[in-house]
């Protein structure tokens, strides 16, 4: 694929449609499968790993239950009490972010965090539902935190703009984040594996040098396994502070 | 020509490979990787809105699965270990309470049959030692009525000495005055005169 001078790291990310004419028809390309991959993962890491009911947890069942506890203490922590209503979907945000990531990491696999249009859909979910709730909760006082509380008035044309803004670009922040990580780590990774193609192909002295992007890309996939981790948990924990700022009053 | 391709890159490569793996910032930025722009952003591929719909549809049903079904049982199991933890360690503590107040009740028990014991020892020894005054007492009174008694027959026995001391004193001066004088004397001057002497002697 990218052998030859030019290297095509943005290839990856290019949609086929899978099962054939049917996945056609369906719009159903390799991003839904491996969302369908992430979510069954998901579940089946809660169902098998809860399956012997425990007192004293087995490994696998542990693991479970620390997921459980960390987002939900997350939550909680963060929300406040209310936060027990909003830990399903943070927790069902946090490990199909998660489990996308780091599928997308596996070979011959996909990363769909790493399209912008499920990103921003992610994170437009995220501002719509903080919105609601903030409406729900607050009602016309909502409005009054695009004024800053004890500023002058004389200052308002200014202000209230300017915090309009700020809330508005959240959920681009938010998309953006997500996305650009996980598309700069896969065309890293292609890149490195890009010159290990290339140097192998100049003889001996290639062969011998083309262990070093190999290397890199040993190192780079240990950076991703922490992006990866890492942006599902940013995304979760501004979800859990936009979703505290609509409860608090 | 790919001969000579390849010796070309072998050429470039032998100048920058010490540089290449430092600097894939300077790969990326050649014209071969932006030239198709990125599948993204290609919003005319019908299968890029087709993702965030099935997307939709996916984390709504994954949303709905852990929230009804699979967090639940996680919970389950977290309240019924506390539960478990919580009535043991209840269960522990009413023991430990039943045994303290056991231990306690021992104690008690310890010592008042000590407060008992000690009682009916000192009540033994009182008894005893007022068994003890008691005999004395008795024997004291006893001893002392009969040197009584005994004072008194001596007493007595020295009262009838002297009572008998006078009649034979009486008697002898009698006849001693009538073997001296020849005549006698009658008998109340004799018993008046010895009275004299008898005083005069303290007898």
């Known amino acids: 694929m990218a052998a030859g001078s030019t290297i095509d790291a943005l290839g990856q990310f290019e949609l086929h449609p899978v099962l054939g004419g049917l996945g056609e028809a369906l719009r159903f390309s390799q991003s839904p499968l491996m969302m369908i991959v992430a979510s069954v993962a998901v579940l089946a890491f809660l169902y098998v790993g809860m399956r012997p009911k425990a007192v004293v947890p087995g490994r696998l069942q542990a693991a479970a239950e620390i997921c459980y506890d960390f987002i939900y203490n997350m939550a909680v922590d963060t929300i406040g009490p209310e936060g027990r209503a909003f830990f399903p979907f943070v927790f069902t945000l946090f490990f199909f972010i998660l489990a996308g990531n780091y599928l997308g990491l596996l070979p011959f696999s996909f990363a769909f965090t790493s399209h912008v249009a499920v990103t921003v859909a992610l994170a437009l979910m995220v501002f719509v539902l903080s919105v609601i709730v903030s409406l729900k909760a607050q009602g016309a006082k909502f409005f009054a935190h695009f004024m800053p509380a004890g500023a002058p008035v004389a200052l308002a044309p200014l202000l209230v703009p300017i915090e309009i803004l700020s809330f508005l670009s959240r959920p681009v922040s938010l998309s953006i984040r997500l996305f650009a990580n996980m598309v700069a780590g896969h065309v890293m990774l292609e890149m490195f594996a890009a010159f290990t193609i290339m140097l192998a192909g100049l003889g001996l002295i290639g062969d011998a040098l083309a262990v070093g992007p190999v290397v890199i890309n040993v190192a780079l996939m240990a950076l991703e396994l922490l992006v990866g981790a890492l942006q599902a948990y940013v995304f979760a924990i501004l979800t859990c502070i936009y979703l505290r700022e609509a409860v608090a009053h | ?203």
Not at chain 2, 1 to 9: D, G, K, L, Q, T
Not at chain 2, 137 to 156: G, S
Request: proline share 3%; charged share 20%; no cysteine.
């Open chain 2, 1 to 203: 020509m790919a001969r000579s391709a390849a010796s070309s890159i072998r050429r470039v490569a032998s100048l920058l490979t010490p540089l290449a793996l430092a600097l894939p910032v300077m790969v990326m930025a050649a014209p071969g990787a932006r030239a198709v722009g990125m599948p993204q952003l290609d919003f005319s591929n019908p299968l890029v809105i087709g993702q965030v719909v099935w997307g939709a549809v996916i984390f709504l049903v994954l949303y709905l699965l852990l929230s009804r079904s699979a967090l639940p049982k996680v919970e389950a199991v977290l309240t019924s270990r506390r539960q478990t933890i919580d009535n043991d360690l209840d269960i522990a503590r009413r023991a430990k309470a039943e045994a303290d107040s056991a231990v306690d009740e021992l104690h008690q028990a310890r010592r008042s049959a000590m407060a008992e014991a000690q009682a009916n020892v000192d009540k033994v020894i009182e008894d005893a030692r007022l068994a003890a005054l008691r005999q004395t007492q008795d024997m004291n009174a006893r001893l002392a009525t009969e040197i009584h008694e005994a004072e008194a027959r001596v007493a007595a026995a020295r009262t009838a000495a002297l009572g008998s001391l006078r009649q034979i004193a009486d008697e002898t001066a009698q006849v001693l005055v009538r073997q001296v004088t020849g005549t006698s004397v009658p008998a109340d001057v004799v018993a008046r005169t010895v009275d004299h002497a008898a005083t005069a002697r303290g007898l």
